[in-house]
């Protein structure tokens, strides 16, 4: 996101005129014009001052958001220590459906395998890494089999992707008609990478929990997909609405889908 939408943005979210802004920094209404038209730059002392009125870092104030280090993991990755904890909880859940040795063994067995091999593998999910020269993607397989096997062998298929290479990336929020009060499955929030050989989908919802990280990380992500002079397409207006607190889910309603 460029400087002066950012600077719009905050002034908007703080309910400031321009009027008010050049009345704080002691300039010109034309001035703080120029500054949200993108034909002028705030000096260091104004940009200090802007900070402070808008109570964020400089950081947040240029970047939209502050400097992130990288490799930054987008998504959970599998661990042992993880899955150790998964399997003790499956054992008590397996001897509570079997009558803690009620049933035959052969029974307990069989509910028991169930974990590892059909509970543990919808329990992963893909995962991302960014780094300074590219986006390396980590998928597993749809087959549960060959999942399981990735998992354990943590050798999930592996994709990287050049900021050279990207054409567009586009951020999308599509939402599910819901038909059920109960259904709590989140909405579609990913990346569509576009590149010239193929088009890779990376999903937001594991990193962003749609309102809790997603405010430290999106915005900040695309400011430096930015300076990689990657194209970003925002029709949806979503890195203003995190960067202005606004909830995804309540704003982005079913009239986008």
């Known amino acids: 996101m460029l400087l002066k939408?950012?600077?719009?943005?905050?002034?908007?979210?703080?309910?400031?005129?321009?009027?008010?802004?050049?009345?704080?920094?002691?300039?010109?209404?034309?001035?703080?014009?120029?500054?949200?038209?993108?034909?002028?730059?705030p000096s260091i002392d104004n940009l200090i001052s802007l900070s402070d009125m808008y109570n964020i870092s400089i950081d947040q104030l240029v970047q939209g958001s502050p400097f992130f280090k990288k490799?930054?993991?987008?998504?959970?990755?599998?661990?042992?220590?993880?899955?150790?904890t998964f399997m003790v909880i499956w054992l008590f859940i397996s001897l509570l459906f079997t009558g803690f040795g009620y049933q035959p063994l052969w029974i307990f067995?069989?509910?028991?395998?169930?974990?590892?091999?059909?509970?543990?593998?919808?329990?992963?999910?893909?995962?991302?890494?960014i780094t300074n020269n590219s986006i390396i993607a980590k998928s597993y397989s749809t087959n549960d089999l060959n999942k399981l096997i990735e998992i354990f062998t943590g050798n999930p298929q592996t994709t990287t992707i050049k900021?050279?290479?990207?054409?567009?990336?586009?951020?999308?929020?599509?939402?599910?008609?819901?038909?059920?009060?109960?259904?709590?499955?989140?909405?579609?929030?990913?990346?569509?990478?576009?590149?010239?050989?193929?088009?890779?989908?990376?999903?937001?919802?594991?990193?962003?929990?749609?309102?809790?990280?997603?405010?430290?990380?999106?915005?900040?992500f695309v400011s430096f997909l930015e300076r990689k002079n990657v194209s970003i397409v925002d029709e949806k207006?979503?890195?203003?609405?995190?960067?202005?607190g606004k909830s995804l889910f309540e704003t982005l309603d079913s009239t986008y889908s």
């Open 109 to 129: 067995v069989i509910v028991f395998l169930l974990g590892p091999f059909i509970v543990l593998p919808a329990t992963v999910d893909d995962y991302w890494i």
């Open 71 to 84: 490799p930054l993991q987008v998504g959970r990755k599998f661990n042992w220590k993880k899955c150790l």
């Open 163 to 220: 900021y050279q290479q990207i054409k567009q990336i586009e951020i999308l929020y599509i939402n599910r008609k819901r038909t059920s009060p109960f259904d709590i499955n989140p909405d579609q929030f990913y990346l569509n990478v576009n590149t010239s050989t193929a088009n890779f989908k990376l999903d937001l919802n594991s990193a962003s929990a749609l309102n809790s990280t997603s405010n430290d990380f999106l915005p900040k």
């Open 5 to 41: 939408d950012i600077l719009r943005i905050q002034r908007m979210k703080k309910h400031l005129t321009q009027e008010d802004i050049a009345n704080s920094l002691f300039v010109s209404v034309q001035a703080v014009s120029k500054w949200e038209n993108g034909k002028a730059v």
């Open 237 to 244: 207006h979503i890195i203003n609405c995190i960067i202005q």
